[in-house]
T-cell receptor, first 115, second 114 residues
Framework: DQQVKQNSPSLSVQEGRISILNCDYTNSMFDYFLWYKKYPAEGPTFLISISSIKDKNEDGRFTVFLNKSAKHLSLHIVPSQPGDSAVYFCAASANSGGSNYKLTFGKGTLLTVNP | DAGVTQSPTHLIKTRGQHVTLRCSPISGHKSVSWYQQVLGQGPQFIFQYYEKEERGRGNFPDRFSARQFPNYSSELNVNALLLGDSALYLC?????????????FGQGTRLTVV
């Protein structure tokens, strides 16, 4: 049962344009969401996170939007750069009442930014 | 500052053998988690340890075990290796035992079982 879904296996955009990566979740208990970027042969690198009490969080070129009613979040990268080309993972955790820290990941979206 | 470090980076083992993977968390982080990533999938949670105690276990067989040491470093052990255990094994460290904070990953150990 895939609780975190990234339905687009790949996305291609032009340098300078906006990249929008989408993520849907099914578990209503998820209350903290993270985006990671992964290059081949490296571990995931943390990009940005958002708590369920917010609907937007910005960090430089990266903005994450959360729509709790739709159980949907998106990562916007503006402007996109060739160095952004990587696999992007959406991850979620359920913290309320829990005693451990477990991240549930989507399958990832391969972003290619063309010069 | 050193990030999360894992060793070895690559490993080739034969079916039926045992393997030990090691992880050193970011200085000051007391929580270590292990994840398995197979090709085409996102990382899957295996274990979490905090203050040397197991705090969470994913849906993995008993062949998988782990422990955390007083310096907060951790080992993941896998017994009776199967071909399907071939994967990238990732270690993540975080300051708190619970979520609501960022987890930082090491570069991973690529395990190949032949």
């Amino acid at each position: 049962d895939q609780q975190v879904k990234q339905n687009s296996p790949s996305l291609s955009v032009q340098e300078g344009r906006i990249s929008i990566l989408n993520c849907d979740y099914t578990n209503s208990m998820f209350d903290y969401f993270l985006w990671y970027k992964k290059y081949p042969a490296e571990g995931p690198t943390f990009l940005i996170s958002i708590s369920s009490i917010k609907d937007k969080n910005e960090d430089g070129r990266f903005t994450v939007f959360l729509n709790k009613s739709a159980k949907h979040l998106s990562l916007h990268i503006v402007p996109s750069q060739p160095g952004d080309s990587a696999v992007y993972f959406c991850a979620a955790s359920a913290n309320s009442g829990g005693s451990n820290y477990k991240l549930t990941f989507g399958k990832g979206t391969l972003l290619t930014v063309n010069p | 500052d050193a990030g999360v470090t894992q060793s070895p980076t690559h490993l080739i083992k034969t079916r039926g053998q045992h393997v030990t993977l090691r992880c050193s968390p970011i200085s000051g982080h007391k929580s270590v988690s292990w994840y398995q990533q197979v090709l085409g999938q996102g990382p899957q949670f295996i274990f979490q340890y905090y203050e040397k105690e197991e705090r969470g276990r994913g849906n993995f067989p008993d062949r998988f075990s782990a422990r955390q040491f007083p310096n907060y470093s951790s080992e993941l052990n896998v017994n009776a290796l199967l071909l399907g255990d071939s994967a990238l094994y990732l270690c993540a460290s975080s300051f708190w035992s619970k979520g609501g904070t960022e987890a930082f990953f090491g570069q991973g150990t690529r395990l190949t079982v032949v």
